[in-house]
């Protein structure tokens, strides 16, 4: 089956760039995603990228995709405190648009 | 208008109540979808309906029951739930299931099952 995973934590300090890292294992994937949640919130979709490409920037975000390896990054320019939450990829592979979510990666972000 | 919107925002319920929760949006979203997500999880599916019609169970128990009344709305009806059922209950929508589409979430409704 399919399996998304990504690092547990990540702190950085504030105006400094953020690499969040995400690994999946379907190489029919079609669609990848970033979402973003702050605590007792519910998911903020931040960007997404068609597994046809491999980079799309958004702002302050810059999404890298590496098909071959199948790893997935998501760039934050210029962090700041409130880029403070859990990130969490996804990927989506079928008709059915079933999300598959990794374990999200908890950013810390110090002034 | 990007906005999917959930009631209540937080539940205490008791394992003979009947509860439920409610979801709604207004993209025109022929796809709406229930997860459950438990404290530093991400979320993991429990239901979609695709046009109102039931597409997706994956296996959840029967005391949790959905339903679409219509194309804007999805209820998740609680009955006899367990201590464990305490979770954050999030609702999604896309444009419709054929294709890979982006899902919009709503806040969530926090559940605790005392």
Same mark, same amino acid.
């Given at each position: 089956? =399919?399996?998304?995973?990504?690092?547990?934590?990540?702190?950085? #300090? =504030?105006?400094?760039?953020?690499?969040? %890292?995400?690994? !999946?294992?379907?190489?029919?994937?079609?669609?990848?995603?970033?979402?973003?949640?702050?605590?007792?919130?519910?998911?903020?979709?931040?960007?997404?990228?068609?597994?046809?490409?491999?980079?799309?920037?958004?702002?302050?975000?810059?999404?890298?995709?590496?098909?071959?390896?199948?790893?997935?990054?998501? #760039?934050?320019?210029?962090?700041?405190? $409130?880029?403070?939450?859990?990130?969490?990829?996804?990927?989506? !592979?079928?008709?059915?648009?079933?999300?598959?979510?990794?374990?999200?990666?908890?950013?810390?972000?110090?002034? | 208008?990007?906005?999917?919107?959930?009631?209540?925002?937080?539940?205490?319920?008791?394992?003979?109540?009947?509860?439920?929760?409610?979801?709604?949006?207004?993209?025109?979203?022929?796809?709406? !979808?229930?997860?459950?997500?438990?404290?530093?999880?991400?979320?993991?599916?429990?239901?979609?309906?695709?046009?109102?019609?039931?597409?997706?169970? =994956?296996?959840?128990?029967?005391?949790?029951?959905?339903?679409?009344? %219509?194309?804007?709305?999805?209820?998740?009806?609680?009955?006899?739930?367990?201590?464990?059922?305490?979770?954050?209950?999030?609702?999604?929508?896309?444009?419709?299931?054929?294709?890979?589409?982006?899902?919009?979430? $709503?806040?969530?409704?926090?559940?605790?099952?005392?």
């Amino acid at each position: 089956g =399919e399996d998304v995973e990504q690092s547990l934590f990540l702190s950085v #300090r =504030e105006g400094d760039s953020s690499v969040i %890292n995400c690994t !999946y294992t379907d190489s029919s994937s079609t669609y990848l995603y970033w979402y973003k949640q702050e605590p007792g919130a519910g998911l903020q979709l931040l960007t997404y990228i068609f597994s046809n490409m491999d980079m799309k920037q958004d702002q302050r975000l810059t999404v890298l995709l590496n098909k071959k390896d199948k790893h997935l990054s998501l #760039r934050i320019a210029d962090t700041q405190t $409130g880029d403070s939450a859990i990130y969490f990829c996804a990927e989506s !592979y079928n008709a059915g648009n079933m999300l598959t979510f990794g374990g999200g990666t908890r950013l810390m972000v110090k002034p | 208008d990007t906005e999917v919107t959930q009631t209540p925002k937080h539940l205490v319920m008791g394992m003979t109540n009947k509860k439920s929760l409610k979801c709604e949006q207004h993209m025109g979203h022929r796809a709406m !979808y229930w997860y459950k997500q438990k404290a530093k999880k991400p979320p993991e599916l429990m239901f979609v309906y695709s046009y109102e019609k039931l597409s997706i169970n =994956e296996s959840v128990p029967s005391r949790f029951s959905p339903e679409c009344p %219509n194309s804007s709305l999805l209820n998740l009806h609680l009955h006899a739930l367990q201590p464990e059922d305490s979770a954050l209950y999030l609702c999604a929508s896309s444009q419709d299931t054929a294709s890979p589409y982006e899902q919009y979430f $709503g806040p969530g409704t926090r559940l605790t099952v005392t």
